[in-house]
Every structure is written in C-alpha cells, then in structure tokens.
C-alpha cells in the first residue's frame, strides 16, 4: 500500500487499538512505515534498534494514551538535546545501574553549577563598583580653587556689646544677687543672639525668645562680630595685591556670620524657594558660572573665570591673607580663650559648615596651607545601576528642596532643617528655608541642639538596621555621596609670627599706629603639586561578565549554550504543540474511517 492509503493507521504493540479497525490492514501500513525509517537510518549509519526506538517514539506520540505521549515526548527530547549526559538519561534498553551513574553525575553538576552561580549573582548585586585610579592624572587648573570660608573666633566685640558682663550680671540676678539689675528688652534680645553661637557650656541658662525673625539675628551678628577692615588687612591673589572686600563675602554659617573666597553666590547655590534676603548680602555683575561638579570648566572659559582658578601649585599661584584682630575686642567667655580663626576649605557649590571641619589659625602665627585635591568621578556605565547599588547620585538623579546643587553635605543640611522644623517647629537661623519657616531664638536653643544628635543617633541605627555588604544602608535622609565630588585635603605648618618686632623697626610702615593693640596672623593657601590622581568609579562587574561567567560555567559542568535553552523552549512549545495537533488530526481520522467501516 501507498503511503497515501485511505486506511487508518494502527500503533504498534502494546497499544490501545480502536474498535472495529481493520487489523491485518493497519499492521501491513506500519510496517511499510516501520521499513522507510529503517531505510533512512541506515543511509544515516545508525543501527537497526535504534531505528526501531525512534519508529516507537513516533508511533507512541501518534497514537499513544497520554501518559505513553508525553513518555514518547521525553524521549525524543532526550534523543536530540545537546545538553550533555542528557541523552544517557533516556535511552532505552540502557542497565539501571548505568542510569543511576547518569542521574548522579547529571545532578552533581547541576548543583555545583547552581551554587556557583549564585557565588556569581551575589558578586554581581553586591560588588558591581569598583574605585580605582584614573588612566591619567589631572592639572590643577582643571578644577577650582577651593572656596575659603574664614571665620572670626571673636563673635561679640567688647566694644559693641560686653557679652561677658551680661552673662554674668543674668546669672547673679537669676541667683538673687542684691544690687544686680535685670537685663533690658534690648539686652535681652542682644544676649539672646549671640549666645546661640557660642560654646554648648553656657547654653546651661534658658533665657530669651522662642523665635526671631531671621533677618533680626543675622543683622545683630554682622553689627557685632569684629569690623571688617580690621580683620582683613592685606590680601593677594596669585601674587597679586588685591582689595579684601573685593574678593570677601559675607555668608551666614552656623558658627555666625563669616565671610567667604571663591564660593557661588546664594542665588545660584539656593533654588528660588530657599532665596530669602537673610541670605543675600551682595549683587554681582558677573556672568553666570561656567562650572559645574560634573562637568568641569567650559571650554570657552578662560583664565579669569569664576570660581577661581590657578595655574600652578605654590604659594605665589594661591591665596595669601594678612589677618587682624583688637585685643580690647576679645571675649574669653563666649567661645573661651582661644583667639584667632577658623578657615574651612570646600567645594564652591556647597554651603560651608564650619563646625564640621576646619583649620584653626592662631594670632601671632604664620600658616601655611597646602592642598591637594581629592576628586571621585563615575563612569557613564554605571549610570544605569541604581543608586544604591553604586552607593552615589548623579546631579539629575536626586533634586532637593532648596539646594540648586546636589552634594551630601547639603543634602545633609537640608535634611537637618526639616528634622528640626519637625521636632521643634522652629530651624536656627543659618538653616536652609522658605519665608514662612519660624527662625528659633535662644529658648528654642537647647531643642534644635537636641534635634542634631537625635537625627544623627537615628541615622546610625536606620543604616546599621539595613547595611548590606559594601552597600550603605537606607535611612530617612538617604544622602549618599555626590557621583563626582571634590574634597580638599591639607598640609599645614606653622611658626611664629613676630610682627611688632618687624613693624617697630620698619619706620616706613604707615599703619603702625592703626595697627596697635593688634594681634596678627598671616595664612597662605596654595595647591601643593601641579597635577594629581583621580578616583573613578567604575563597574566591576558588569552585566556582559555576570552573562559571560554564567555562561561558563553552564558550558563547563553541563555543556549548555544559548542554542540548548532554545531547543529546551522550542521542546515545551512549538514542539509540543505540533505533536498533540498531530494527535488531535490522527484520532480524527481513525474514529472517521471507524465510522465509516460501521
């Protein structure tokens, strides 16, 4: 017979057979079949019980019951797979014990397999960044000089205001000294102000107002920190003399009112909601800056751009500050008897928190300060890693509520304020903030102190709660590091500085007289090495080598490739289906030609 026949065909032994088929005529029609594949195979070189074990499977997925097709499809998938030891498993007429060696070294490999790879998938979700060494170093004219915020020790001069004897004449009268007469509302006020920028020991007496107005406290602390021209003496600027107050701004800092060298103006710092006149003490003419963290200095920028830049490393290239201070102007009680500076080196686009970091200068010293930067870049491959897994943020990745710029210690600075406009309904005066946010005055001195170490308590157990490995934990600030960021470290060395000696033998020195009574300092600030090593951040172990190891490993232990997880798929889907339409075409035809025989 053809293979063409109208007669159905029948399976072979062992199988269901329909009612009322002809037998002898379904049996002459498979062995027909069973001869062409054997034809087949052997112009394929294969032996005949091969042959046959393939005629079954076929025969099995055709006409079989369920259980015996899916059995069939198990098998052929065994036959062709590519996934080594795999056709051991479903050979027929195979010993058990042989079977038994093929499932245990099957199933060896795929744990060992399975346990490496998660050895791989938790490098990859835990370590993907590495900080290494850029290719090449950096001049230093690539980045700007640090923003050089200066502050005075000296916060009430005795001249303007004798804070000591206010302190102690407030004290008697609270202890019921006879004779002591009570502070004035302006004293009050007066005393109230400036005791919130002084050391936490004489914050021992609560006394004065709940709030303030903002501008009241920061208008009080500039009439009486110590005048400018007697401060500021003498400056240079790469070896330039140049006029303090035209290089100097004022800014308002938690330490008070300070002035400042090479930082941004307020207005390009503060988005237009954190914009309050309490911060904006200057107008400028100049342009707009043409740098930023994560770019640098523009192309067209040239050498006279702002911020600031220098050309070389030295004391000549940098800054240079001749600094002053009257001794009948000192108070030993407010910030105790340490006379002189604090000078803190940041970033241009951050606001300067003085308390954190600084360099003391004494009177009667000279300082030199050598700095050498120290600048983290990320690589444009990690941009697609969350956050939290590079542990920094890019400058569009994260936006704050006041801040033009993003950095942690600004965003540290504003989450400070909210914690503390939380706890105490109030912010001290130097926070970020809107028009409407209370300013807390000296009886809200204790609870915004408080609000520091409490948010900074809580921070630490939130990020010790939900530290991973090499991953920073998440808190309610969540104020990771800035993706590119620059920090300056320094060098100091100091040595006496005699100047009465000096000014009494220089007849020709013009400010003798105006300069009695003073206690000096002279401090240069400079770029230590004209070039220097950058840190960058880049992927360790990125998506190509998690792909690339998984799939040696899948080759090594169980000889899987992409093809093999595809024949895998095409197996369970297209395959499958085509074998049950398959069934689904046969049973029709062999319950028709029943039908007709009835």
């Known amino acids: 017979m053809s293979s063409d026949s109208t007669q159905p065909q029948t399976p072979i032994n062992e199988l269901a057979v329909p009612p009322k088929v002809n037998l002898g005529t379904l049996t002459t029609s498979n062995q027909w079949k069973r001869a062409a594949l054997m034809a087949k195979s052997a112009s394929a070189c294969r032996d005949s019980d091969e042959s046959e074990d393939e005629v079954d499977t076929k025969q099995q997925i055709k006409y079989g019951s369920g259980f015996q097709a899916a ?3 198990i098998h052929e998938y065994c036959d062709y797979s590519t996934i080594h030891g795999i056709r051991y498993l479903g050979e027929k007429k195979r010993p058990w014990l042989e079977r038994l060696f093929w499932v245990s070294v099957f199933l060896l490999s795929i744990c060992t397999c399975f346990k490496l790879t998660l050895n791989i998938w938790d490098k990859w979700t835990n370590n993907p960044v590495i900080v290494s060494f850029a290719e090449k170093s950096t001049p230093v004219w690539q980045i700007p000089f640090p923003a050089v915020t200066v502050c005075a020790e000296t916060k009430s001069r005795q001249r303007a205001f004798n804070f000591t004897d206010i302190y102690w004449q407030l004290r008697d009268h609270r202890n019921n000294v006879s004779g002591v007469a009570p502070l004035t509302e302006e004293e009050k006020a007066t005393y109230g102000t400036v005791t919130q920028v002084c050391d936490a020991p ?6 004065g107002f709940k709030t303030r107005k903002g501008i009241e406290i920061i208008d009080k602390l500039s009439e009486l920190a110590p005048l400018f021209e007697e401060t500021y003496l003498d400056c240079k600027w790469r070896n330039a003399p140049v006029k303090c107050k035209d290089i100097f701004h004022k800014y308002v800092t938690e330490d008070g009112v300070c002035y400042s060298f090479n930082s941004l103006n307020p207005a390009e710092i503060f988005r237009a909601e954190g914009i309050i006149p309490d911060f904006i003490f200057r107008e400028e003419n100049r342009v707009a800056t043409q740098w930023s963290v994560e770019k640098g200095y523009s192309p067209t920028a040239d050498t006279e751009t702002y911020p600031n830049r220098v050309l070389g490393p030295g004391a000549k290239a940098g800054l240079y500050l001749f600094m002053g201070g009257m001794e009948l102007d000192f ?9 002189g500076f604090k000078i803190l080196l940041h970033t241009p686009g951050e606001v300067a928190q003085v308390t954190r970091q600084y360099f003391r200068i004494p009177f009667d010293q000279e300082v030199l300060i050598s700095v050498r930067p120290k600048i983290i870049t990320t690589s444009d491959g990690l941009k697609h890693y969350e956050p939290h897994r590079r542990q920094c943020y890019f400058q569009e990745e994260r936006d704050l509520r006041y801040f033009n710029i993003y950095s942690q210690t600004n965003c540290e600075l504003e989450c400070l304020a909210n914690f503390t406009l939380t706890k105490c309904g ?23 102190n408080d609000a520091e170490d409490e948010l900074l308590l809580k921070e630490f157990e939130q990020g010790m709660a939900t530290e991973g490995e090499n991953v920073r934990g998440q808190t309610d600030c969540n104020c990771l590091p800035s993706c590119t960021s620059i920090a300056y470290e320094a060098e100091i060395s100091q040595a006496d500085f005699d100047y009465k000696t000096v000014a009494s033998k220089d007849k020709s020195d013009k400010d003798q007289k105006q300069r009695e009574g003073m206690k000096m300092s002279r401090v ?6 004209a070039q220097f090593l950058t840190s960058r951040r ?6 190509t080598d998690f792909l690339a190891n ?13 093809l093999s997880i595809v024949e895998l798929v095409y197996f369970c889907t297209v395959r499958l289906i085509s074998n049950l339409r398959m069934r689904r075409k046969t049973r029709k035809e062999l319950i028709l030609a029943a039908s007709k025989e009835a």
């Open 71 to 73: 059995k069939a499809i």
């Open 550 to 562: 998984c799939g040696g490993l899948l080759g090594l232990f169980m000889g899987v490739s992409t």
């Open 202 to 207: 004489l914050h021992d007496i609560e006394y």
């Open 426 to 448: 109030c912010v001290k005066f130097s926070m970020p903030r809107n028009m409407n946010m209370p300013v807390c005055g000296a009886g809200n001195l204790k609870c915004y």
């Open 524 to 529: 240069s600030i400079f770029f230590k090495e």
């Open 331 to 339: 108070d030993d009680m407010c910030r105790g008897p340490v006379q």
């Open 538 to 543: 880049s992927e360790l172990y990125g998506t």
